[in-house]
């Protein structure tokens, strides 16, 4: 064959050998980020669900432990809601980001309640102490008061691991804002240099006060974490996060807002929010950026 002709056809060849070889890499690079949100995705639905699971047995604890029928009423009623909601968990594919994100308002809704029942029930529970301490005098009463505090200390003791569920903080009111270079607000997230959040942790007054490290993972549409800062631990595993702040959370409502810069390109489409502390992922939410 001519040279003439034969080196630009090997020359050709080579190129698109090289182009096939690149195309491959991108393409297992981008199979791993997706596998690894997948994978993200399918612990936060199954805790979800341990923690759906784990409201129903409680509510069933706590109305073996009252006798007011007004309150178990109640009780049978937030738990069936609860198994409801569990059974919806279980239908919903975990890549389902709307509905994902909707039980998950639900599940902190449960909680709330939860806490709140928890809460009525120590409170009645101080209230027969101190009618027990009123009614020392009279024997019969004191009899029975005596066995009152008997069932109140056991009903303490099962109360101690929904109190510390009921102490886990929430994160409401979550906004991502794309910044241009002058704080103006981006309309197109590939315009923008640097990312605002703001957030509200609820108040919670079952909550330990002190400094608490608040992480912020922020996936793009490709299943890439924004910004890599560093890892954290979470569900047995270490797992990247684009933002960190530490806050003295005092119990009460606290307004949060963190910035980062943005230093790669960011294309349009869904881009998802997790907000953890204390080792459990406390709020999350989707945004979705224009082209």
Do not use: C, H, W
């Not at 299943?223 to 530490?246: P, Q, T």
């Amino acid at each position: 064959m001519n040279k003439k002709i034969l080196m630009p056809l090997l020359a050709a060849i080579g190129i698109l050998l090289a182009g096939v070889v690149i195309l491959s890499v991108s393409l297992g690079k981008q199979k791993q980020a997706n596998d690894e949100m997948r994978e993200l995705a399918e612990l936060d639905k199954q805790e979800m669900e341990n923690e759906y699971e784990q409201f129903t047995r409680q509510y069933s604890e706590m109305m073996t432990q009252i006798n007011n029928d007004s309150i178990v009423a109640q009780l049978t009623q937030e738990q069936m809601r609860t198994q409801q909601l569990l059974e919806e968990l279980k239908k919903v594919k975990s890549d389902n980001a709307r509905e994902i994100t909707r039980l998950k308002k639900e599940l902190a809704t449960v909680r709330a309640v939860l806490r709140s029942y928890v809460l009525q029930i120590d409170s009645l529970n101080r209230l027969n102490e101190n009618l027990t301490a009123e009614n020392a005098s009279l024997k019969a009463e004191q009899r029975e008061a005596n066995r009152q505090i008997e069932g109140l200390s056991n009903e303490k003791e099962s109360l101690s691991e929904k109190v510390a569920i009921a102490a886990q903080l929430d994160a409401t009111n979550i906004v991502l804002t794309a910044k241009k270079k002058r704080g103006r607000t981006a309309k197109y997230i590939k315009d923008a240099k640097s990312l605002e959040l703001s957030f509200t942790v609820t108040k919670n007054v079952t909550a330990t006060n002190g400094v608490r490290t608040f992480y912020v993972r922020i996936t793009s549409p490709t299943g890439a974490v924004v910004g890599k800062l560093g890892s954290f631990a979470y569900e047995d595993r270490n797992i990247d996060y684009s933002m960190k702040k530490d806050v003295e959370y005092t119990g009460e409502e606290l307004n949060i807002t963190m910035f980062m810069e943005i230093n790669q390109f960011l294309g349009g489409g869904d881009y998802v929010v997790s907000i953890f502390a204390d080792g459990n992922m406390i709020g999350s939410r989707t945004f979705t950026y224009k082209k």
